[in-house]
């Protein structure tokens, strides 16, 4: 069984930086997909940023070149890196795992971009 904590989210003015981790337990880390999603209030869940584990990544459009994702093998951890931020990008962001068919979810962190 994979668990995933988020840590990192809170209140920033537009235009600011925030970068959220995640703690990983449980199973071969190495070896998932790790990646993170958001949901905002009345929407659907999201895509972010994906990294495999051969370091490859897929984001969405709308964070193309202004957010990134890391990952630590050693440590079990990935980190979203969110440059520029804007209001738009107020949600719960979800940190993933996918290993073979099983997906698994941590509890969301809050992330508010607002003056």
């Known amino acids: 069984q994979v668990q995933l904590v988020e840590s990192g989210g809170g209140l920033v003015q537009p235009g600011g930086s925030l970068r959220l981790s995640c703690a990983a337990s449980?199973?071969?880390?190495?070896?998932?997909?790790m990646g993170w999603y958001r949901q905002a209030p009345g929407k659907r869940r999201e895509l972010v940023v994906t990294?495999?584990?051969?370091?490859?990544?897929n984001s969405g459009d709308s964070v193309k070149g202004r957010f990134s994702i890391s990952r630590d093998n050693a440590k079990k951890m990935v980190y979203l890196q969110m440059n520029n931020l804007k209001p738009e990008d107020t949600a719960v962001y979800y940190c993933?795992?996918?290993?073979?068919?099983?997906?698994?979810w941590g509890q969301g962190t809050q992330v508010t971009v607002s003056s």
């Open positions: 993933y795992a996918k290993y073979f068919s099983n997906d698994y």
């Open positions: 990294i495999s584990s051969g370091g490859g990544t």
């Open positions: 449980g199973g071969i880390f190495s070896s998932y997909t």
